[in-house]
């Protein structure tokens, strides 16, 4: 019988939570349900497969770095904006690294999955940002490529402490941000 008070989000909270402490590659189903109170198989009550579960993982994380960016750039705009979302999202791939690493590859797997609705909610966090630059409709595309690969690639790297040079990595960000504001502005 599954611990008082289990539920699939309940579920899914604790994974994420032991996948930032162990690393995302090696969470386990018996890991969880050691960490949750249960024996393995009373966990299929509620999440259906190590994949369902990666995949909730991987929702999660989308809408909680979504929340984090959208709540930061409150208010903000140009480089205001684009220097706050950046921090908020570097931020918290610093901090969860384990539930960020399930989000890489994986897709929708069509409109109702709740990492469709998680993703356009990120991405739309990060047109707003770039909306401030005038980028034309035609380069929106790019330029979120762009803002999301710089973003993606200084914090998993940072994430992974794979910085491991004397220069301190709170300026290289800062400097970066600086980059991709010359970069977008030279668009406008």
Same mark, same amino acid.
């Given at each position: 019988?599954?611990?008082? &008070? +289990?539920?699939? !989000?309940?579920? #899914? !909270? ?18 969880? =349900? ?13 999440? =259906?497969?190590?994949? %369902? ?5 991987? =929702? ?12 930061? *750039? ?7 904006? @684009? ?10 791939? #610093?901090?969860?690294?384990? /539930?960020?690493?399930?989000?890489? &590859?994986?897709?929708? *797997?069509?409109? %109702?999955?709740?990492?469709?609705? =998680?993703? #356009?909610? +990120? ?5 707003? #940002? +770039? ?11 790019? !330029? @979120? /490529? ?6 993606? &690639?200084?914090?998993?790297?940072? !994430? &992974? ?14 400097? +970066?941000?600086?980059?991709?504001? /010359?970069?977008? /502005?030279?668009?406008?």
């Amino acid at each position: 019988m599954p611990r008082a &008070g +289990l539920d699939p !989000a309940a579920v #899914v !909270a604790a994974g994420a939570a032991l996948a930032d402490e162990v690393g995302f590659g090696r969470l386990t189903m018996g890991m969880l =349900a050691e960490r949750v109170g249960v024996r393995t198989p009373s966990l299929y009550k509620h999440i =259906a497969s190590q994949d %369902d579960l990666n995949r909730r993982i991987a =929702a999660l994380a989308v809408t909680e770095a979504s929340e984090a960016v959208g709540a930061a *750039t409150q208010g903000y705009a140009g480089r205001d904006a @684009l220097a706050a979302a950046s921090r908020a999202f570097r931020g918290y791939v #610093v901090a969860h690294p384990g /539930r960020y690493a399930a989000t890489v &590859g994986v897709e929708p *797997t069509g409109p %109702d999955d709740p990492m469709a609705a =998680a993703s #356009v909610r +990120l991405m739309a966090a990060l047109e707003a #940002v +770039l909306r401030a630059y005038d980028v034309s409709p035609g380069e929106m595309t790019h !330029a @979120l /490529r762009a803002l999301r690969s710089f973003l993606h &690639g200084f914090a998993t790297i940072e !994430a &992974g402490n794979g910085f491991q040079w004397a220069a301190d990595v709170d300026e290289s960000f800062e400097w +970066l941000i600086a980059l991709m504001d /010359r970069g977008l /502005r030279k668009s406008d």
